[in-house]
């Protein structure tokens, strides 16, 4: 296995699917979010959205999946992220491997 979560998975898949890799420009993160929730994983948009945050903070992970432009959150108030539609994302590149 890949020790990732069932959502965690899906995020990195839809992000793949939507082709936001480590060279494409970002897209919105509420567009990604959506994408999953859409196709993949038919729960709470904050929970879904929340596992993203917890992949592109680089003091969350070892190695962070989700590249990610805009307010993500600091080390000392991790939980201070900005909503979905201020944040834009695109895969890292441990998440291509």
């Given at each position: 296995g890949d020790g990732l979560k069932p959502v965690q998975r899906r995020i990195v898949y839809a992000m793949s699917e939507l082709g936001l890799n480590t060279s494409a420009k970002f897209k919105k993160s509420a567009r990604t979010?959506?994408?999953?929730?859409g196709k993949y994983h038919p729960h709470g948009?904050?929970?879904?959205?929340?596992?993203?945050v917890?992949?592109?903070?680089p003091f969350s992970y070892r190695y962070p999946l989700v590249d990610g432009q805009g307010n993500w959150g600091?080390?000392?108030?991790?939980k201070s992220f900005a909503a979905m539609r201020y944040t834009e994302s695109?895969?890292?590149k441990y998440s291509e491997l």
């Amino acid at each position: 296995g890949d020790g990732l979560k069932p959502v965690q998975r899906r995020i990195v898949y839809a992000m793949s699917e939507l082709g936001l890799n480590t060279s494409a420009k970002f897209k919105k993160s509420a567009r990604t979010v959506g994408d999953v929730l859409g196709k993949y994983h038919p729960h709470g948009d904050i929970a879904c959205y929340e596992a993203m945050v917890l992949m592109a903070q680089p003091f969350s992970y070892r190695y962070p999946l989700v590249d990610g432009q805009g307010n993500w959150g600091a080390p000392d108030d991790p939980k201070s992220f900005a909503a979905m539609r201020y944040t834009e994302s695109r895969l890292s590149k441990y998440s291509e491997l």
